[in-house]
């Protein structure tokens, strides 16, 4: 829901890191595959809960997650590194959450399996709408450059980061932070649904042929 309007205020400074980048030989694909190896470091700290820590390392993780796609419009975007950086990222998130039931199982188990369940909503609508918008030939810049289609909602990037961080700092309310997310995962599924029915629909009307002329 914020990606656009922090995407202006966070893409120059994320520039000038990747053009360091660039210089020291490091490519997009390295920082993703950083970031993810961060994420699970993460995790396993959540598990030992050891939360703050954690979310210092989480949010590393997501700085290099930004890193990778400016390192990538500097040099050339692929797919591969497109597919790499959709696929972790949602790795990362799934396995973030269920860190937290292994932490305290009893208290959070539950919550952790529903948010994990709700995950696959807007998860499925966003790569599935990429999917035909491919097929069409439909194009958006609205998030950037991006390898794939980019398909908005109230639970983008930011806000999940953002929910993330916050159980790191108050993991006393998981289940509840957890529950709330869960909800409006489900409510950008119901969005992407109408936005998918509303934009594909009308692209697969038979056309109907002109009478012949007599």
């Given at each position: 829901m914020f990606d656009a309007a922090i995407r202006r205020h966070i893409d120059k400074p994320l520039a000038a890191v990747a053009r360091r980048a660039v210089a020291l030989g490091i490519s997009a694909n390295a920082a993703t595959a950083v970031g993810f190896a961060l994420g699970m470091v993460a995790a396993a700290l959540i598990a030992a809960q050891l939360y703050w820590v954690a979310l210092g390392v989480l949010l590393a993780s997501r700085f290099l997650d930004g890193l990778d796609g400016a390192i990538a419009r500097q040099t050339r975007l692929t797919d591969v590194g497109g597919y790499l950086d959709i696929t972790l990222d949602f790795m990362v998130y799934a396995v973030i959450v269920f860190a937290f039931a292994l932490a305290e199982p009893q208290k959070n188990a539950l919550a952790a399996a529903f948010l994990t369940a709700s995950f696959m909503a807007p998860a499925a609508t966003f790569l599935a709408y990429a999917i035909f918008a491919a097929k069409h030939g439909i194009t958006t810049e609205i998030r950037g450059a991006k390898s794939l289609y980019y398909l908005?909602?109230?639970?983008?990037g930011?806000?999940?980061?953002?929910?993330l961080s916050l159980m790191c700092a108050l993991p006393e309310w998981f289940s509840v932070i957890a529950v709330v997310y869960a909800v409006l995962c489900w409510i950008t599924a119901g969005t992407r649904i109408a936005a998918a029915v509303a934009t594909f629909g009308p692209l697969e009307m038979p056309v109907t042929s002109a009478p012949a002329e007599r």
């Open positions: 908005g909602g109230l639970t983008e930011f806000e999940t980061i953002l929910t």
